[in-house]
């Protein structure tokens, strides 16, 4: 009776520890501030959306292969992760030494990072203006750009969701969100 009870009591507890993983696994969409699943779909109309299409291995790191349609004719491909320090990093393929980083989640209010680091055109200044458990915004400022400088534009991230913009839809790990 004793040994049933033991056996008993050790299945309940692995039970209860799967069952907590589980859960865990449930809730990364809504921790992250850009959720990735082949799937996730960012949809303003049939001219205009982003989509997750599939994942690639960039120096031996899972990204995540992001596609946009832009006006019906437009198209981007982009390759985005989020690393182990909670940043999104951008890179590509046929260019695996280089890395732009596009959003630091961990950093507070005021705090300024580069894109690339590079000092280049392409190398912005990057500054967190607004941050709460919900939502955080990026202000991005091509410093470096002779034509672009002191033009700052806005990134604004809704944990669970990703991007806030004006989309008509979002799917988010099948979960499907309309405005």
């Known amino acids: ?95 695996p030494a280089k890395t732009y980083i596009r959003a630091d989640f961990n950093a507070k209010i005021g705090e300024r990072f580069f894109t690339t680091g590079e000092k280049d055109e392409n190398d912005n200044e990057v500054t967190v203006v607004q941050k709460s458990d919900q939502e955080m915004t990026f202000s991005f400022d091509p410093i470096y750009h002779p034509n672009l400088k002191g033009h700052p534009s806005e990134v604004k991230y809704i944990k669970g969701k990703g991007w806030a913009e004006k989309y008509q839809k979002i799917k988010i790990d099948g979960v499907v969100y309309q405005n």
């Open 1 to 95: 009776m004793k040994k049933i009870s033991t056996s008993l009591s050790l299945i309940l507890v692995s039970l209860f520890i799967l069952s907590c993983q589980k859960k865990k696994v449930e809730n990364a969409a809504a921790d992250s501030f850009l959720p990735m699943q082949i799937g996730n779909l960012w949809y303003m109309n049939a001219q205009s959306y982003t989509e997750i299409k599939d994942t690639v291995r960039i120096n031996k790191k899972l990204f995540y292969q992001f596609y946009s349609l832009v006006g019906g004719d437009a198209s981007s491909t982009v390759y985005l992760r989020i690393d182990e320090r909670n940043r999104l990093v951008e890179s590509y393929p046929d260019s």
